[in-house]
C-alpha cells in the first residue's frame, strides 16, 4: 500500500531554477524521509525530518515538514541537470508498524 | 552509512521458473528486512517484512505462496518469486534494518524479466 500522494507527479524546469515537490501522507508519522532514484537504479537517501521539526536543510536541499496537515515539501534550489532523477517522499509510522511506506513520486527534469 | 548488497542485479528466467534473490547487510545485523517491489515509473510498494527467524509479514494482495520469504539469519534474507510469468517483471529491492526506528538502509535492486 501506499501513504500518500506526491504532488507534481511531473517537474520540468531550466536549470539553475528551483524546484520545490510536495508529499502529503495519511497516518501519523515518526519520520519522513526524501530519496532520490535515477532511471533504473537504487534509491539514494537524501534526508530524513522527524515529527517533531519543522524544517531541515542539506546542502541545496531544504525539506518542511507540517504534521498538522500531514504534508512535507522537498525544495532543491539552483538546479543542474545532475539533479534529473525521481524523488520520493516516505514515511515511518514508528509504532507497531514500523515500516517505510513511499509516495507516489515526483519526476524531475532538468533542462539544460 | 551501512552497506546492503543484492544478488544478482538483474536476471532474466523463462516463464514457469523460480527465481531467488539475495539481500546481505555487509556490516551490520540486520534484525529486520524489508522486500518492494516496483513497476515501470511507478513508486516502491513493501511486499513483505521479515524478522529474523520468524515467518514473513505480507502486505495485503501479496500472494505469500508466490513470493518465498526467508531471513534465516542476520545478515541474509532471501525472496523467490516461484514459478514467474511475464507480469512478476519488476525491479525488486530489499532494505534493512538493524533495530527498531533505526535507519533503514537499501539495497541497489534487482531487475527481473520474465520471458
Known amino acids: 500500500s501506499q501513504q500518500g500522494e506526491e504532488d507534481p507527479q511531473a517537474l520540468s524546469i531550466q536549470e539553475g531554477e528551483n524546484a520545490t515537490m510536495n508529499c502529503s501522507y495519511k497516518t501519523s508519522i515518526n519520520n519522513l524521509q526524501w530519496y532520490r532514484q535515477n532511471s533504473g537504479r537504487g534509491l539514494v537517501h537524501l534526508i530524513l525530518?522527524?515529527?517533531?521539526?519543522r524544517e531541515k536543510h542539506s546542502g541545496r536541499l531544504r525539506v518542511t515538514l507540517d504534521t498538522s496537515k500531514k504534508s512535507s515539501s522537498l525544495l532543491i534550489t539552483a538546479s543542474r541537470a545532475a539533479d534529473t532523477a525521481s524523488y520520493f517522499c516516505a514515511t515511518d509510522g514508528g509504532s507497531s508498524a514500523s515500516k517505510i511506506i513511499f509516495g507516489s513520486g515526483t519526476r524531475l527534469s532538468i533542462r539544460p | 552509512g551501512a552497506v546492503v548488497s543484492q544478488h544478482p542485479s538483474w536476471v532474466i528466467c523463462k516463464s514457469g521458473t523460480s527465481v531467488k534473490i539475495e539481500c546481505r547487510s555487509l556490516?551490520?545485523?540486520?534484525?529486520?528486512m524489508f522486500w518492494y517491489r516496483q513497476f515501470p515509473k511507478q513508486s516502491l510498494m513493501l511486499m513483505a517484512t521479515s524478522n529474523e527467524g520468524s515467518k514473513a509479514t505480507y502486505e495485503q494482495g501479496v500472494e505469500k505462496d508466490k513470493f518465498l520469504i526467508n531471513h534465516a539469519s542476520l545478515t541474509l534474507s532471501t525472496l523467490t518469486v516461484t514459478s514467474a510469468h511475464p507480469e512478476d517483471s519488476s525491479f525488486y529491492i530489499c532494505?534493512?534494518?538493524?533495530?527498531?526506528?533505526?535507519?533503514?538502509?537499501f539495497g541497489p535492486g534487482t531487475r527481473l524479466t520474465v520471458l
Open positions: 532494505s534493512a534494518r538493524a533495530d527498531r526506528g533505526r535507519e533503514q538502509f
Open positions: 556490516d551490520f545485523q540486520a534484525t529486520t
Open positions: 525530518i522527524r515529527s517533531n521539526e
